[in-house]
């Protein structure tokens, strides 16, 4: 069985940093593409960042260009997203996500609660 664990979210004042981490058993990750995504309240889930299997290629959602990178050990089979420079508009429950080039997004975490104060 596949899962996803995230972990890393907290409480933190803007214009600081954290560091997220998606620890995944059950699968290999470095078959897969990894994304980060992050919901708020009301609103739909949004896309973050995604990494491809070697992890070059970032790609990022403009809001967060200069400020986040995604990055991945596949010998640890998890992937990370460092935020630096995070804003209150940052604040939102992330997620990480895997999926198979082409493909959806199939697996899933539970979700980080990241908090940024102003």
């Known amino acids: 069985q596949v899962q996803l664990v995230e972990s890393g979210g907290g409480l933190v004042q803007a214009g600081g940093s954290l560091r997220l981490s998606c620890a995944a058993s059950?699968?290999?990750?470095?078959?897969?593409?990894m994304g980060w995504f992050r919901q708020t309240p009301g609103k739909e889930r949004e896309f973050v960042a995604r990494?491809?299997?070697?992890?070059?290629?970032?790609t990022y959602t403009d809001s967060v260009k200069g400020r986040f990178t995604i990055s991945r050990d596949n010998s640890k089979n998890t992937v990370y997203l460092q935020m630096n420079s995070l804003k209150p508009e940052d604040t939102a429950v992330y997620y990480c996500?895997?999926?198979?080039?082409?493909?959806?997004?199939?697996?899933w975490g539970q979700g980080t609660q990241v908090t940024v104060s102003s």
């Open positions: 996500a895997s999926r198979r080039d082409p493909g959806t997004w199939d697996y």
């Open positions: 059950g699968r290999t990750l470095s078959s897969y593409l």
């Open positions: 990494i491809n299997y070697s992890g070059s290629s970032p």
